[in-house]
């Protein structure tokens, strides 16, 4: 058994909501082999405590923004170490990089299969330069 498509658009959607705050080392697992409860955890990491809510504060505001969808649960709201957001389908762990170091959450999951993510604001930097390039080339 996969990830439904849903799981994966909603996965798709945090994983660039977290993006879009500078998050980084952002992973999308495919659990439902392992667990029943979920079908994709969505792992990222944040520089400071200060980013760690930010990037949970722009997962929220694009799954409700997008999906109409609010978290079942929170966790880890506190500290801002390791927030945990459950949308049922999904669970996004944003964790401060040196939670993240101490848990090991990729490690515990490594056999589950990665699936592929690409940040679509990086793509589209790429493709601007590409076409200033070409425009540079074109007027010489």
Partial sequence: M???ETAQTLAFAAAQAAADKKAFAI???DVTSKIALTD???IVSASNE???HA???AVEE???KEFDTRPLRREGKGGEQWV???YNEIV???FHKEARDYYGLDGLWKDCPEIEWADETESERARQIEALREDVEDAE
């Fill in 55 to 57: 990037v949970v504060d």
């Fill in 62 to 64: 694009k799954l409700i």
């Fill in 92 to 94: 996004v762990h944003v």
């Fill in 84 to 86: 945990l957001l459950d």
């Fill in 2 to 4: 996969t990830a439904s």
């Fill in 27 to 29: 992973n999308l697992r």
């Fill in 40 to 42: 994709v955890f969505v």
């Fill in 50 to 52: 200060r980013q760690v």
